[in-house]
C-alpha cells in the first residue's frame, strides 16, 4: 500500500517525496522511486482493530497538508506511524512529530494543534510556524485517555476540544483549549506574501501552472508571529497559462500509447467507437470539430501555447456532390479530382496505410477500400446519415486485395485477393461473404477488376506466368481466357458502358490497349512515353490513367490516344483510379429489386438468351446449401436452428457477444481462450479442429493431451501435467547430510523438518514430529443425524445420498451391491448408469450423468457418431486492424512491434527491429572482431559462446548450429541480417537470418529461395522446393490448404474428396461421400507442366533443367533427362552484406579436382517490377586462389542486385550457381538544398522551405530552431515534405533555424542556420542578391571578400547587414557562417585550411530575411595541402576506454585530434596528440562508440577527417544496463522460478549479484530477494514462501547502487484446489446439512472451509432463470467438511434462491478456487429440496466461477435487510446533561466509536427499533454531534 498525489485530477499520479531528515535530524536516506513516504487514509478499514489519523488540509490554508504515515517502500500496518507535514502542497514533505498524533488547525493554518494517539497524557502541543517548532501546553492536572480532538466552527478558531477518559476507570472528560494568546498581536500587510501552487516544483520562473492557470494565494509567513483573525478570500489573482501536452487527456476512444511519447493513439478494446465519425447533423455550408485524440482536463483553462497541435480542428461537413470527379488512392490518403472545377480534395479519410484498391457507390455517396497493410476492406459514407459510415467490412483471411470493384445493381461488393488467389463477394455491408474462384488454374497472379452487372460478367487482369485477361459470369463460373498474347504485366482495366469496350494498361510493356467486350477488334491505343501505367478509367471522350514512374493522372481521346494532357502530377504513391458521373451506376437487373428473391446473395448472369440477364442466388461460405433448379442454392440451417434475415439463429440457447467463443453447451469464452490447449468450455468444443501443434524443442510434451511444459519442469516433484507423465521414470538426486529426504524424494534444509510447512509437498516433512498436533473436530459415529447416513469409515452423509450412484462415503458402503437401479421422479431424467439428474439438465451441453447419456440424441446432435469437418480448419491469423499478426497466428496489439518484448511467443513481432550499422567507409584489413568469449560465425557475426548448438539460427547462416552432436539444423543459404526496413506496399518480409529484409510479394513461393532463410518458401503447399531440404518441426499449411494427417504434406483444399487419393495417408478421402478413390491422378498439364515423379507434383516446365532441383524427388534435374554436365558447378554460394554498401561472397570449390580454372562472378540489378537487366561479369578469380571470398564494393543504396558465379575451363564455360539477391539498405543522406525562411500567416509563425538533397528515400526531417540563447526546440516533418509551419514563436523575436534529413539509416548533418525575425512582412524583404563577389588578399589560413550591395531596393527596404556562407564543396547545404557587423559589403573570412578550395556564397540580411544567394565564388587558398589519417582502428577496450591507431599524415609534428560520437551527429573531443595512438577514457561501459581523427592546426579548421572507427567498451557489471529477458518459467501454489540473461552479451570479468524485488499487487507489501554471485550469462532463481493466489509485480537488477531494473514482469501464484463434491441434504422445517469431501492436500488441509452464500431472485421456474443476484458473502468458516444452517426454512423468503460454495480457508488475503457443486430447490412442503432447479452460469467470479450450491423456498415473508436511515437530532441542553451518562457505556476505545443500541439500559427507546445501530465518530466545526 503507497500514498500517490495527482496534480491534474487524477491524470498523472506520483509517489511522495519523503523528507530528507527525520524529528531527530538524522538523514533519512529515502529517494524515489523505491523510497517514498506514505500517509494513512483508510488503513483502519482494510486492517480492523486499528486507528489511523485521515490526512487534514482546508481551503482556508491553502498549501497546508497533514497526514500520519511511514517513510519506506510501502505502508507496514505493524510499524508506528509519524506525523509530517507539507506548506507546499505536498511537493515537499517534514517529520513534525514522532508517532501518531491527533491534530486540528486553527486561524487558517496559523496553529497547529496536535495530542499523543496512544498512552495517556495531559498536554496537547501546537505550533504558530507550520510545525518548525512545538511549544507545550498542560490541560489537565491528571493524564487521561485521550480519544479525539477537534475544532470549534469558523476557519479563525483558536479554540480547540480534546475528549478522552480517565485512567482509573472509563468517565468522559471534555476540555476546552483556546490558544488565542499564543498568536500575539493581529497581522499586518508585511505578515503576509504571495504563493502559488507548483511554486517549490516547478520553481518560480516556470510554468508553475496546474490546470492551465496560475493561482496566487495571499498566505501568512510560517515565521510571522501574529494573528490571522479575519475571514477573507484566498486567492488574489489567477492568470492563465499556455496550453501544454499536460493540459490534456486523451479523448473518448482514445489511449495513451506506452512508450514515452504520450501520444494518443485509437484504444483497440473499444473497436465499436468511431473516434472520426461525423455528427449525423451536418449541414452542407457548416463545420464540426473533429478530434485529434485529445482533450482538455476537466477544468483546465488553459489558451494559446501548444494548443493548435491538440484542439480539435474545424472541418467542413461532407456535401454531397453530383459533379464528375476522379477518385484516385494514394496509398495513405483518398483524393476526390472534380473534372468540371478541376479542383482537388483530400476526402476526410484517417488511418489509411496503404490503400490500393478504391471503389464508389454514387448513389450510397460511399468510399470502398481494400489496404494491404492492414489487410482488411473498409468503407466510408461520406453523408455522415449511413450507421455503417467508417466500417471495416472484412478483416479476415484476405491476403494483398489488389482489385476492387462494386456492383451498384445487387448492393455487392467484389474484390481480387492475389495472396491467397480468390475471387470474392459479399454485400456492401461485408455479410454474406462467398468465395467465388478459388482455383489456381485459373487465378495465378490476378490484379484488377471490372463489373459490367447489365449484361451479368466481370473481367480481370492477371500477370502470372501466362499473362491474359479473363472473362467469367459473376458467380465465378464459365472463366473464358479473353485475351492471353502480347500481355506481360497486364495491370488495370476497365469497361467504357457508352462503346462497350474494354481498356486496359500493361507497365511491362509500357502501352494502353482496348478491344471490344468479346475480346475482338484488340488495337494499341498509346505505346510512347507510357513508362508503368496502373489504374485506368474512362469519361466521355477520354480515357484517364495514372503513371507510377511519372507520379502523375494523364488524360488522352479514348478512340485514338491524342489531345494527352496531364491532369495531376507530384502524386507520390498513386495507386488506383476510378471515374464517376451522372451516367455512371445506371441501370436495371433481376437482383435490383428485393435482392432479387434470394435469401443471401443475388448475383447477376447472363440470361439463356442473347444480350439477356438473369440471376442466381447464393449462399454464403459455412452455409449449408441445396441445389436447386437453375444452379441456385437454398441456404440451409442447421437442427435446431432457423434462418432469420439470411443468418441462421438457435431456437434455444444463448448468443455469444462479439470477441467471444460459444462453446457446443452455448457457455460464452474470450475468443482468445480458444485452442490454448484448456478446456475453458467444460465440453472441450474450444479445444476442436485446432491446428496441431507440435512441442518446442526445449519443451515436453505430456501423454495425454496436446499440453507442452518447459523440459526444465521434468522431475521437479510437481505433477505439471495433471496425468503425472512429467515425473515418470525420474531418477532423483541422493540428498546431502543436511537435508531432508522427502518420500517425494525432493531434499529440504534439514531445518525445514517439524515446522508446520508443507515443505516437501507430500507433508512427510511433518510427520512423526514431537509437537501436540492442533485438534480437529471429528464427528464420531453417534453424531449422525437420523437424516445420515453412517459410512463404514466412520463419516455420516445426507441419507438421500445412499444408492444414488455416487460413492460419497469413500468406502463404497453407501453404494453396496444390494442397491437396486433408483426409479426417478416425473421431473428428473434417468441416466443409462441409472443415475437420476433434474430433467431441467437434459440436453444442456454438460455431461451431467457422468457418462453423457443426458447428451445423446438431443435437438444439436441427433447421432452418436461423430461428425467431420468438410470445410478448411479455422486458423489464427486473422487479426484486426490495430493489431500485428505473429507468425505463429497470434494477434498482438500493432504498437506492441519492436518494443524489445517478445509478445508474440515466436519472437516475429521483434523480427527486423535491430539498428543500422554506422559504417561508411571500410577498413583496410578484415582482422576478427570476436572476444574470447564469443563464437564466430561464418559470416563474420559474432554470438555469446553459449548460443551455439542450442538450435537456434542465432548467426543467421545456421553456422552455429554446425557439428553439434545433438541438435539437428535446417540447412539454408549463408546469409547475413538484413537492416531493418519496413516493408513497402508490395513486398514481403524475410524475417530474422535473411539476406535481404524484404522481397517482393510475387517471389513468395516462387520456387525460388529469395529470402535466403527459406521463409519465402515456406507454406506454400505443392510449391516447395527441394533446395531447402524438410525441417523437423511440423509444418503449417497456408490458407486455402488441407494437411494430411501424417503432416507430410499440404494439398490444395479442392483436391479434398474429390475421388483421388493426394495424402501419401490417404487421409483427403476420408468421411467423403466418394465411395472409391482412385489411388492418384496426373493433374499436370503437359503443354506448360511437368509431373515429378512424388505424385502428382507439378512444376512449371520452364524449371525444368533448369540446375535447380525443384522437384522434392530431383526427377526435374534427372542427369539422363537433361544430359547436363554438372562437373564443374561450385557449391555452397551465397552472398550477404558486408558494413552496409559491400557484398560478400563466399563459395565451396567443384568436387571434381582440375588444376587449371577460373570462376566468373556475375551481377546485375534488379527493377522495382521484378524486371532483371543483362549479366555483368565484375570479377575472375583464379582456382588457386586459396580463400573462395570476393568483395564487391560502393553498391547504389536501396538497389536489389542479383549475384551468380560460374566455373570456365579453358572457353569452355559451366552451368551458374542459384543466383542470390541482395537489397542495399538506404544511406544516410546529405543535408537538405535549398534552406529558405519567409513570415508566415500571423505575427508568431515562420514558414520553412527546402528541397532534398539526394536521391534516396527520406523518412523524415528534423527541424531546429532557437531563440537568442533559449534551449533548441526540434520538430520533425514527413519525408515528404518539402515545408514546414513553426507556429506559435515569440513575437518580434529573431529566430535561428537549421534542418537535417533522415533515412531508414540515420539522420545526416544539419543544414547550414538561416534567421528571420516574426512578424517581418513580404514587402521589407530584400528581394535581390549581393553582386561581384571577389577574393583578394589571399593566403594559407585567410582571404578578403569584397562584394557589391543589392540594387533596385523599394523605398524604406535597408541592409542590416551580410551573411558568408563558406563550404568545401560546390553543393554543400551546411556551410559554416559568418556574418559582419553592419553594412558594409566586405569581411575576412579566417581559420582556412591551407591548400584547399573553398566555395562562397554572400547573402544580404535584414529583420525581414535574408535575400537570394549570391553566385558562388570558387578561390582556393595557398599553401601545402593537410591530408587526412589514414586507416583508423581499434587496438583495445576496457570497460570505460578504447584506444586507436592510425597512419600518419605527411607533415612533421602533426597534431592530431580524436572525436568521438554515439550517433554521428554530436561528434566530442577527446584530446589532442602527436602520437598515432591514443586512449579515449571517461567512456560508459558496455556502450558502442564512434571514432574519428583529424589534424588540428591553429588557424585550420576544415582539416579532412579519418575513416570511422566503431567499438564497444567492455561490460564491468555497474547496473547502467539491466538484466535481459526476464521471464517466468514455473508458477507454483507458493514459488515462482525465474530466468533471465546477463544485462550484455560477454561474460562478466566476475561474478555478479542480482536483486529480485516483487511486490504483491493486491496489498502492497513489496520484498527483495538477493542471489548467490554468479558468472553465468543465463540465471535461474526461485521465490519462495508466495502467498498462493496473490499477483507479483517482479524485476531484478543488479545489486549496485542506482542499477537500472530489467523489464516487469507478472505472476499470479495458484489458489489452494477447492473441495469436491459438495451436496446439500435439506432438513424438514430445521435448516439443511452442506457437505463436501476433505480436503487432503498437505499445504491446504489445516486451513479450514470458507462457506460462501449469494441470494438472487426466481424470475421464472419452468425456464430456470434467476434475477438480482448479490455478490458472494462469506457466511461461516468451517474446520471440517460439514456445515448445519439452522434457518427455518419456512421463515424465508418466497421466489428467493440461496447459493452456497465452499472454498478452502482464507490464508493471507485469500480464499481459495471455487468450485462446482449440485444445487436443490425447496417446495412447500420442504420434503423434496433435492427437486432440481439448475441455475444458469450467471455474475460468477473469476475466468471459470462455477454454480455451487442454492436452496429455493417458500412462504409469504420476504427475507431482506432494511436499512432505515434515522436522523437523531440532540439537543444542546441534552448534549450538556447527560453526555457523560449518555456515552460512557457505548464508546469502543479500540475502533475509536461509540454504539448505541436500539433499547437503552435506562429503558430509553433513544434510537428506536432499528437492529442497525448508529455510531458516533467525533465532533466536526459545523455540527456538534455526529451520528452515523
Known amino acids: 500500500m503507497v500514498s500517490a498525489i495527482t496534480y491534474d485530477k487524477g491524470g498523472e499520479w506520483q509517489r511522495l517525496q519523503a523528507p530528507e531528515k527525520d524529528f531527530d535530524n538524522h538523514p533519512l536516506n529515502c529517494d524515489l522511486p523505491d523510497c517514498s513516504l506514505h500517509l494513512t487514509q483508510k488503513v483502519s478499514q482494510y486492517y480492523p482493530g486499528s486507528r489511523s489519523i485521515p490526512i487534514l488540509s482546508k481551503a482556508s490554508a491553502p498549501g497546508i497538508v497533514i497526514g500520519t504515515g511511514q517513510v519506506g517502500e510501502t505502508l507496514k500496518k505493524n510499524e508506528s506511524f509519524d506525523m509530517f507535514l507539507s506548506s507546499t502542497a505536498g511537493v515537499e514533505w517534514h517529520m513534525v512529530l514522532k508517532e501518531s498524533h491527533f491534530y486540528a488547525m486553527g486561524d487558517h493554518g496559523g496553529i497547529i494543534v496536535a495530542v499523543p494517539q496512544y498512552g495517556t497524557t495531559n498536554e496537547v502541543k501546537y505550533s504558530i510556524n507550520e510545525g518548525e517548532t512545538w511549544h507545550v501546553e498542560t490541560f489537565n492536572d491528571t493524564k487521561i485517555y485521550v480519544y479525539g480532538m477537534m475544532t470549534e466552527p469558523g476557519e479563525k478558531t483558536t479554540t480547540f476540544t480534546v475528549f478522552g477518559s480517565e485512567t482509573g476507570q472509563h468517565s468522559w472528560m471534555i476540555t476546552q483549549i483556546n490558544l488565542r494568546a499564543a498568536l500575539g498581536s493581529d497581522c499586518g500587510n508585511d505578515d503576509y506574501k504571495q504563493w502559488w501552487p507548483g511554486e517549490e516544483h516547478w520553481g518560480p520562473e516556470d510554468r508553475s501552472c496546474l490546470l492551465g492557470r496560475k493561482t496566487i494565494y495571499e498566505r501568512r509567513i510560517a515565521h510571522a508571529h501574529c494573528f490571522n483573525g479575519r475571514d477573507y478570500d484566498r486567492p488574489i489573482s489567477v492568470q492563465n497559462c499556455s496550453c501544454e501536452r499536460e493540459d490534456y487527456e486523451c479523448d473518448f476512444g482514445y489511449m495513451e500509447r506506452d512508450d514515452w511519447s504520450y501520444m494518443c493513439i485509437p484504444d483497440p478494446e473499444q473497436p465499436d467507437v468511431d473516434v472520426h465519425k461525423v455528427p449525423s447533423h451536418c449541414p452542407e455550408g457548416s463545420y464540426y470539430n473533429r478530434s485529434k485524440g485529445y482533450r482538455k482536463v476537466e477544468g483546465d483553462t488553459c489558451s494559446g501555447g501548444e494548443s493548435w497541435r491538440y484542439d480539435p480542428e474545424p472541418v467542413s461537413c461532407p456535401v454531397r456532390e453530383k459533379a464528375e470527379f476522379l477518385l484516385y488512392a494514394k496509398r495513405t490518403e483518398i483524393h476526390r479530382y472534380l473534372l468540371v472545377e478541376e479542383r ?18 454514387w448513389h450510397g455517396n460511399c468510399v470502398f477500400w481494400a489496404d494491404i497493410v492492414e489487410d482488411a476492406i473498409h468503407k466510408y459514407c461520406l453523408d455522415g446519415e449511413h450507421s455503417e459510415e467508417n466500417t471495416i467490412l472484412i478483416y479476415k483471411e484476405l491476403e494483398t486485395v489488389e482489385g476492387l470493384a462494386f456492383d451498384w445493381l445487387a448492393q455487392n461488393l467484389y474484390w481480387i485477393d492475389s495472396g491467397n488467389k480468390r475471387v470474392e463477394v459479399a454485400q456492401d455491408d461485408g455479410t454474406y461473404r462467398r468465395t467465388l474462384i478459388n482455383d489456381t488454374k485459373v487465378l495465378d497472379q490476378p490484379r484488377a477488376l471490372a463489373l459490367d452487372p447489365k449484361r451479368g460478367y466481370m473481367y480481370w487482369t492477371d500477370w502470372g506466368a501466362t499473362p491474359k485477361i479473363v472473362k467469367a459470369y459473376m458467380d465465378g463460373t464459365h472463366p473464358v481466357d479473353l485475351i492471353t498474347g502480347g500481355l506481360h504485366w497486364p495491370n488495370g482495366i476497365t469497361i467504357d458502358e457508352q462503346t462497350s469496350r474494354l481498356y486496359w494498361t500493361d507497365a511491362y510493356l509500357d502501352r494502353i490497349e482496348m478491344a471490344f467486350l468479346d475480346g475482338t477488334h484488340r488495337e494499341v491505343l498509346i505505346s510512347e512515353n507510357v513508362p508503368h501505367p496502373y489504374a485506368i478509367g474512362v469519361y466521355k471522350n477520354l480515357i484517364y490513367w495514372d503513371d507510377w514512374s511519372q507520379e502523375a493522372i494523364l488524360k488522352a481521346n479514348k478512340y485514338d490516344g491524342s489531345h494527352r494532357e496531364t491532369v495531376l502530377e507530384h502524386l507520390e504513391g498513386i495507386m488506383d483510379l476510378k471515374v464517376f458521373h451522372n451516367a455512371s451506376q445506371q441501370g436495371d437487373n433481376p437482383c435490383t429489386k428485393g435482392s432479387g428473391g434470394c435469401s443471401n446473395l443475388c448475383v447477376p448472369i447472363p440470361g439463356e438468351d442473347a444480350n439477356t440477364v438473369s440471376r442466381k442466388c447464393l449462399c454464403p461460405d459455412g452455409m449449408a446449401r441445396q441445389i436447386i433448379d437453375g444452379g441456385g442454392e437454398r441456404c440451409l440451417c442447421g437442427a435446431g436452428e432457423k434462418l432469420v434475415n439470411g443468418t441462421c439463429h438457435r431456437t434455444t440457447g444463448t448468443t455469444c457477444a462479439t470477441g467471444q467463443f460459444q462453446c457446443s453447451n452455448d457457455n460464452c469464452i474470450p475468443e482468445l481462450w480458444q485452442c490454448d490447449h484448456d478446456n475453458d468450455c467444460g465440453d472441450n468444443s474450444d479445444e476442436l479442429s485446432c491446428p496441431f501443434e507440435e512441442c518446442a524443442v526445449d519443451e515436453f510434451q505430456c501423454h495425454t493431451g496436446t499440453r507442452c511444459i518447459p523440459s526444465g519442469w521434468l522431475c521437479d516433484y510437481d505433477n505439471d501435467c495433471g496425468d503425472m507423465s512429467d515425473e515418470q521414470n525420474c531418477e532423483y538426486a541422493t540428498c546431502a547430510a543436511d537435508k531432508f529426504t522427502c518420500d517425494n524424494q525432493r ?56 444408492c444414488d450412484g455416487d460413492q460419497d ?14 426409479t426417478c421422479s416425473v421431473y428428473q431424467f434417468q441416466c443409462a448408469n441409472g443415475r437420476c439428474i433434474p430433467r431441467g439438465w437434459h440436453c444442456d451441453f454438460e455431461d451431467d450423468c457422468y457418462d453423457n447419456s443426458d447428451e445423446i440424441n438431443c435437438p444439436y446432435n441427433t447421432t452418436t457418431t461423430p461428425t467431420y469437418a468438410t470445410t478448411t480448419p479455422t486458423t489464427s491469423g486473422s487479426c484486426g486492424t490495430n493489431e500485428f499478426s505473429c507468425y505463429n497466428g497470434r494477434c498482438v496489439y500493432y504498437w506492441w512491434k519492436c518494443d524489445g518484448v517478445d509478445d508474440c511467443g515466436d519472437n516475429s513481432d521483434e523480427w527486423d527491429c535491430n539498428d543500422y ?74 524475417g530474422p537470418g535473411a539476406s535481404q529484409a524484404c522481397i517482393w510479394r510475387w517471389w513468395v513461393c516462387d520456387g525460388e529461395d529469395d529470402c535466403g532463410n527459406g521463409a519465402d518458401e515456406q507454406n506454400c503447399g505443392d510449391y516447395i522446393t527441394t533446395e531447402i531440404p524438410e525441417i523437423t518441426t511440423v509444418r503449417r499449411c497456408g490458407r486455402g490448404e488441407f494437411m494430411c494427417r501424417n503432416h507430410e504434406r499440404c494439398i490444395p483444399y479442392g483436391k479434398k474428396c474429390d475421388g483421388y487419393y493426394d495424402c501419401y495417408d490417404e487421409s483427403d478421402e476420408e468421411y467423403c461421400p466418394t465411395q472409391h478413390p482412385m489411388t492418384t491422378q496426373s493433374s499436370c498439364d503437359p503443354s506448360y507442366e511437368f509431373q515429378c515423379r512424388d505424385y502428382d507434383y507439378c512444376i512449371d516446365i520452364s524449371r525444368k533443367c533448369n540446375g535447380i532441383r525443384d522437384c522434392w524427388d530431383g526427377s526435374d534435374e534427372d542427369s539422363d533427362m537433361c544430359n547436363v554436365n554438372d562437373t564443374f558447378v561450385v557449391r555452397d554460394f551465397f552472398v550477404a552484406l558486408y558494413l552496409t554498401y559491400n557484398v560478400r561472397a563466399e563459395w565451396q570449390p567443384p568436387t571434381t579436382p582440375y588444376m587449371h580454372y577460373t570462376y566468373n562472378l556475375y551481377k546485375r540489378e534488379v527493377g522495382p517490377g521484378n524486371e532483371v537487366f543483362p549479366w555483368d561479369i565484375t570479377h575472375n578469380v583464379p582456382s588457386s586462389q586459396r580463400q573462395h571470398i570476393w568483395y564487391e564494393y560502393s553498391l547504389k543504396a536501396e538497389t536489389t542486385y542479383e549475384f551468380t558465379i560460374s566455373v570456365q575451363v579453358g572457353h569452355v564455360e559451366y552451368d551458374k550457381a542459384r543466383s542470390q539477391r541482395l537489397i542495399i539498405p538506404s544511406r544516410i543522406p546529405g543535408a537538405p538544398a535549398g534552406l529558405r525562411l519567409a513570415p508566415g500567416d500571423d505575427l508568431t509563425t515562420i514558414k520553412v522551405f527546402w528541397r532534398p538533397n539526394d536521391n534516396i528515400t527520406i523518412t523524415e526531417y528534423d527541424i531546429q530552431y532557437y531563440y537568442y540563447d533559449e534551449d533548441v526546440e526540434t520538430v520533425t516533418a514527413s519525408g515528404r515534405a518539402t515545408e514546414y509551419d513553426l507556429r506559435g514563436l515569440r513575437h518580434n523575436a529573431t529566430y535561428h533555424v537549421r534542418i537535417a534529413a533522415c533515412s531508414s539509416s540515420g539522420c545526416g548533418r544539419y543544414t547550414s542556420e538561416k534567421t528571420l525575425t516574426t512578424g517581418s512582412t513580404d514587402e521589407g524583404r530584400i528581394k535581390s542578391p549581393p553582386t561581384n563577389v571577389a577574393a583578394s588578399d589571399v593566403g594559407a589560413n585567410d582571404m578578403h571578400l569584397s562584394w557589391d550591395a543589392p540594387t533596385r531596393l523599394p523605398s524604406g527596404v535597408e541592409v542590416e547587414h551580410y551573411k558568408i556562407y563558406t563550404a568545401t564543396t560546390p553543393y554543400a547545404t551546411d556551410a559554416r557562417t559568418n556574418s559582419t557587423k553592419d553594412d558594409k559589403p566586405g569581411f575576412t573570412v579566417r581559420n582556412l585550411c591551407p591548400g584547399r578550395s573553398y566555395y562562397f556564397k554572400v547573402t544580404a540580411v535584414n529583420r525581414h530575411g535574408e535575400s537570394p544567394e549570391s553566385v558562388q565564388l570558387q578561390q582556393d587558398t595557398t599553401g601545402v595541402t593537410i591530408g587526412a589519417p589514414s586507416s583508423l582502428h581499434v587496438t583495445d577496450r576496457t570497460t570505460k576506454s578504447v584506444t586507436l591507431g592510425w597512419n600518419p599524415v605527411d607533415m612533421p609534428k602533426a597534431l592530431y585530434a580524436v572525436e568521438y560520437s554515439r550517433d554521428r551527429r554530436r561528434w566530442d573531443s577527446a584530446d589532442t596528440t602527436t602520437k598515432l595512438t591514443f586512449e579515449v577514457t571517461g567512456l560508459v561501459s558496455g556502450l558502442t562508440y564512434l571514432f574519428r581523427v583529424h589534424v588540428s592546426t591553429e588557424h585550420c579548421t576544415d582539416a579532412p577527417f579519418s575513416n570511422i572507427a566503431q567499438a564497444k567498451t567492455k561490460f564491468d557489471g555497474s547496473g547502467i544496463q539491466p538484466p535481459r529477458m526476464l521471464k517466468t518459467m514455473k508458477i507454483k501454489l507458493t514459488e515462482v522460478h525465474l530466468q533471465w540473461n546477463t544485462p550484455t552479451d560477454a561474460p562478466p570479468d566476475s561474478p555478479l549479484t542480482y536483486v529480485v524485488n516483487y511486490t504483491d499487487v ?11 554471485p554468479s558468472i553465468n550469462t543465463t540465471y535461474s532463481y526461485i521465490l519462495t514462501d508466495l502467498i498462493p493466489g496473490a499477483t507479483y509485480d517482479i524485476s531484478v537488477s543488479l545489486s549496485g547502487l542506482g542499477a537500472r531494473e530489467s523489464k516487469h514482469v507478472k505472476a499470479t501464484t495458484k489458489l489452494p484446489s477447492p473441495p469436491a463434491d459438495i451436496k446439500i441434504n435439506c432438513l424438514a422445517g430445521n435448516g439443511f446439512n452442506l457437505e463436501w469431501t476433505a480436503v487432503t492436500v498437505d499445504f491446504t488441509k489445516d486451513l479450514g472451509y470458507a462457506i460462501f452464500r449469494s441470494v438472487a431472485t426466481v424470475k421464472d421456474y419452468e425456464k430456470n432463470e434467476i434475477t438480482n443476484q448479490t455478490e458472494w458473502t462469506n457466511v461461516a468458516n468451517q474446520s471440517v467438511n460439514f456445515w448445519s444452517w439452522s434457518e427455518n426454512i419456512e421463515a424465508l423468503a418466497a421466489h428467493r434462491v440461496y447459493m452456497f460454495t465452499v ?27 433435492m427437486s432440481g432447479i439448475k441455475p444458469p452460469p450467471s455474475h460468477q467470479k473469476g475466468k471459470k466461477m462455477p454454480w455451487v450450491a442454492a436452496v429455493v423456498v417458500g412462504g409469504a415473508v420476504i427475507l431482506i435487510l432494511v436499512f432505515v436511515l434515522v436522523y437523531f437530532v440532540v439537543r444542546h441542553r441534552r448534549l450538556q446533561n447527560s453526555f457523560m451518562s449518555f456515552a460512557n457505556s457505548h464508546y469502543d476505545t479500540r475502533s475509536g466509536t461509540a454504539t448505541f443500541t436500539a433499547v437503552d439500559d435506562d429503558g430509553d427507546d433513544d434510537l428506536g427499533t432499528d437492529e442497525d445501530s448508529p455510531m458516533i465518530r467525533g465532533f466536526s466545526d459545523d455540527e456538534p454531534l455526529v451520528i452515523a
Open 344 to 361: 482537388d480534395e483530400k476526402l476526410p479519410l484517417e488511418g489509411l496505410s496503404a490503400a490500393i484498391a478504391i471503389d464508389y457507390d
Open 747 to 802: 531434499c529440504i534444509p534439514a531445518s525445514w523438518q517439524c515446522d508446520f510447512d508443507n515443505d516437501c509437498h507430500d507433508n512427510s516433512d511433518e510427520r512423526n514430529c514431537n509437537f501436540t498436533q492442533p485438534t480437529t473436530t471429528i464427528v464420531p459415529h453417534t453424531t449422525c443425524g437420523p437424516n445420515q447416513f453412517h459410512c463404514n469409515n466412520g463419516r455420516c452423509i445426507a441419507m438421500s445420498w445412499k
Open 809 to 822: 462415503c469413500g468406502d463404497g458402503s453407501d453404494e453396496p451391491d444390494s442397491c437396486a437401479t433408483p
Open 917 to 990: 550499422s554506422y559504417y561508411t567507409e571500410l577498413p583496410t584489413n578484415i582482422p576478427s572482431s570476436c572476444e574470447s568469449y564469443q563464437f564466430e560465425c561464418r559470416n563474420g557475426h559474432c554470438v555469446p559462446e553459449y548460443w551455439k548448438c542450442d538450435g537456434d539460427n542465432d548467426c543467421g547462416d545456421w553456422s552455429d548450429e554446425q557439428q553439434c552432436a545433438t541438435t539437428p539444423y535446417p540447412y539454408y543459404d549463408w546469409t547475413t541480417e538484413s537492416p531493418v526496413e519496413e516493408c513497402s506496399t508490395f513486398k514481403y518480409p524475410c
Open 1562 to 1572: 493486491n496489498q502492497g507489501d513489496m520484498q527483495s530477494a538477493i542471489t548467490d
Open 1703 to 1729: 472454498t478452502t480457508g482464507y490464508y493471507k488475503g485469500y480464499h481459495g478456487e471455487f468450485e462446482k457443486g449440485e444445487s436443490a430447490q425447496g417446495v412447500s412442503d420442504l420434503h423434496n429440496c
